[in-house]
């Protein structure tokens, strides 16, 4: 069956430093990926989409990686801030259908 | 714009009691979908509707119906309360393009099954 993992363990991380999420999936081939935030008590809010095609895609301190070969994505917060604290969800999909399934997500601190 | 409204934002319910939540969108999406989130868990999806009229089952269905009534609006009801059904449950919207589209998610029903 389809799986989809990210880091249960939440990130505690220096302020000013670079945050590393793993999102690795398995069992299928997603057309594309999409990652999210969310913050207590509140619903996630889309941030990035990436497509198979493309290796890498930046917005403003975010960076996403896309390596269909690992089966895996990467996402970066560079010069990270304590109001990047949030729980970050990634959501690969398939080309066809609109079946939309997360990552368990990965909570990440940042320390001022 | 208010985008995906779900209504209520608490409840409070007996086991065997039942209840719809509603949820509605504005931005003339296609795709609805209906997840609950339980502490320390991601997002796991009961129901989706790709288009009107059409719904299908996601992880978790078992409990739970759906109906999409209209374009704008697809609700989730629970015949039956237990207290496993005791979560967050998160109503989402996207609009279908392609397969590159974004989802739009409201604020959240807490549901409480005693």
């Known amino acids: 069956s389809q799986k989809i993992e990210q880091n249960s363990e939440a990130l505690n991380i220096q302020e000013g430093k670079t945050a590393t999420l793993t999102c690795n999936y398995t069992?299928?081939?997603?057309?594309?990926l999409q990652w999210y935030r969310q913050d207590p008590g509140r619903g996630p809010v889309f941030l990035l989409l990436?497509?198979?095609?493309?290796k890498e895609k930046r917005k403003e301190r975010l960076k996403v990686t896309f390596d269909t070969t690992l089966k895996q994505s990467l996402f970066h917060i560079t010069a990270s801030q304590p109001a990047d604290s949030a729980t970050y969800l990634c959501?690969?999909?398939?080309?066809?259908?609109?079946?939309?399934?997360f990552g368990g997500g990965t909570r990440v601190l940042v320390k001022p | 714009n208010a985008g995906v409204t779900q209504t209520p934002k608490f409840q409070v319910l007996k086991t065997g009691q039942s209840m719809t939540l509603q949820c509605a969108q504005d931005m003339n999406h296609n795709s609805m979908y209906w997840y609950r989130q339980d502490p320390g868990m991601g997002l796991r999806l009961i129901y989706y509707s790709a288009s009107e009229g059409t719904t299908d089952k996601g992880e978790v269905p078992n409990g739970y119906n759906v109906s999409r009534l209209n374009k704008r609006e697809f609700s989730l009801r629970l015949e039956s309360a237990a207290p496993s059904q005791t979560s967050v449950y998160f109503c989402?919207?996207?609009?279908?393009?392609?397969?590159?589209?974004?989802?739009?998610f409201g604020q959240g029903t807490r549901l409480t099954v005693v």
């Open positions: 989402a919207s996207s609009l279908r393009q392609g397969a590159y589209t974004e989802a739009f």
């Open positions: 990436i497509r198979e095609n493309e």
């Open positions: 959501a690969p999909s398939p080309a066809a259908g609109n079946k939309l399934t």
């Open positions: 069992n299928y081939s997603p057309a594309y």
